[in-house]
C-alpha cells in the first residue's frame, strides 16, 4: 500500500506539471496576439498596453511567467484579469453545484446502465434484450446539447412539471434542490446509462463463457448465484475503471453544456466563461483542479480493483 500511495503522488506531481504546462503553452505561447492588448481593448494606446504588460509580467520571458502563474497558484494568489477575483475562492464558490450535478447524475447513470445491461445480458438474443438495446442505443446518440433544451423548453416551461433551470443550495432547502437538479440530472446521466448498459452487457455475455463459470454451475450452484458472484463481480471491474474517469471528469467540471444551458453557477460553467475571455489564471486553476480529481479517481479505482479482483495487488507489477 505504501509503494502505491507513494506511486501515486508521484503520478499525481507528474500530471499536474504537464497539465499546466499544456495549458501555458495553448494560451500564452501558441496566440500570437498580445495579451496585453486583449486586456486593454482594440483602441488602446501603447501607454495601457505598456502598463498592462508591466502590471502582470506579461514583458517578462515565458519561463519567468510560468514560474510566477504557478507560484501564485499554489500560494493561494491567482486572480483572473477583468474582475480581479481570486481564483481558488470562485472555484471552490463552484464546487457545491458542480458536485451535486456529478453525484445526482452519477447514481442515476450507475444504477440504471448496470441494471438495464444485467437485464439485457440474462435475456441476450430475447425481446427484453432488443427493447433495451434500442433505448441505450437512443440514449447514447442524443446529444446533450439537444435533449437539454428540449426537456427544459417542455417539462420547465411549457408544461411546467419541473422548475426553471437554476441551482438552489442544498443547505437552504434540500427539496427544492432535488427539484432544480432532476432535470439536469437525468440529461447528464441519459448518455451514460446507455453507454454502461452495453458495456456491461458485453463483459457478462464474455465471462459467461468462461471455464470458471461452467465449473460455478457443474458444482451446483444456483443460476442467481453464478450470475452475482462470478459473472457480475467480474464484469464489472471494466466498469469501474470507466465510471472513475467519468465521474472525476464530471466533477473536474466538463459538465460545461448541461451547467450552461441549466444556469448551474458550477467548476464547469466557470471555465466556459474563462475561456470565452481568454483569461488564462482561471483556465489553470481548473485545469489543476480537475486534473486532481481525476488523478483521485483514477487511484481509487485501483483500490476497488485489489477489491474486485484478489489477483491484483496494490503496489505489484504484473511481473511480481
Known amino acids: 500500500m505504501t509503494r502505491f500511495i507513494v506511486r501515486r503522488l508521484v503520478a499525481m506531481i507528474g500530471v499536474l506539471f504537464a497539465v499546466s504546462v499544456i495549458v501555458f503553452v495553448v494560451f500564452m505561447v501558441l496566440p500570437k496576439q498580445n495579451p496585453a492588448q486583449t486586456l486593454a481593448g482594440k483602441n488602446a494606446t501603447p501607454g495601457l498596453v505598456k502598463n498592462i504588460e508591466e502590471e502582470w509580467g506579461f514583458d517578462d520571458s515565458l519561463p519567468v511567467q510560468y514560474a510566477t502563474m504557478m507560484k501564485k497558484v499554489f500560494t493561494g494568489e491567482l486572480t483572473s484579469y477583468k474582475p480581479r477575483l481570486p481564483v481558488d475562492d470562485r472555484i471552490i464558490e463552484g464546487i457545491p453545484a458542480t458536485l451535486s450535478l456529478a453525484v445526482g447524475a452519477a447514481v442515476i447513470w450507475l444504477f440504471f446502465g448496470l ?9 441476450a438474443g ?3 434484450d432488443r ?6 442505443i437512443a440514449g447514447i446518440s442524443i446529444p446533450v446539447f439537444l435533449l437539454a433544451p428540449v426537456l427544459l423548453y417542455f417539462l420547465s416551461y411549457k408544461l411546467e412539471i419541473f422548475p426553471n433551470a437554476q441551482y438552489v443550495p442544498f443547505s437552504e432547502d ?5 427539484r432544480h437538479l432532476i432535470l439536469p440530472w437525468f440529461t447528464l446521466a441519459l448518455l451514460s446509462i446507455g453507454f454502461y448498459s452495453r ?3 458485453s463483459n457478462m455475455l464474455d465471462v459467461m463463457n468462461e471455464d470458471y463459470v461452467r465449473t460455478a454451475r457443474a458444482k451446483g450452484l444456483s443460476e442467481r448465484k453464478v450470475m452475482t458472484r462470478h459473472v457480475l463481480r467480474n464484469s464489472l471491474i471494466p466498469v ?3 465510471f472513475g474517469l467519468d465521474f472525476g471528469a464530471t466533477i473536474a467540471g466538463t459538465a460545461i453544456i448541461t451547467e450552461a444551458i441549466f444556469s448551474i453557477d458550477g467548476v464547469g460553467y466557470y471555465a466556459a466563461e474563462a475561456v470565452k475571455k481568454f483569461e488564462l489564471p482561471p483556465i489553470m486553476g481548473v485545469a489543476l483542479y480537475g486534473a486532481f480529481f481525476v488523478v483521485l479517481l483514477n487511484a481509487l479505482v485501483d483500490i476497488a480493483y485489489a477489491y474486485l479482483d484478489p489477483r491484483v495487488r496494490l503496489g505489484e507489477s504484473a511481473s511480481e
Do not use: D
Not at 115 to 123: Q, T
Not at 131 to 136: D, K, M, N, P
Open 115 to 123: 441494471l438495464l445491461g444485467y437485464l439485457s445480458a440474462i435475456r
Open 174 to 178: 434540500p427539496y427544492e434542490w432535488a
Open 240 to 242: 469501474i475503471t470507466l
Open 131 to 136: 427493447i433495451l438495446t434500442g433505448v441505450s
Open 199 to 201: 458495456v456491461l452487457r
Open 126 to 128: 430475447g425481446w427484453l
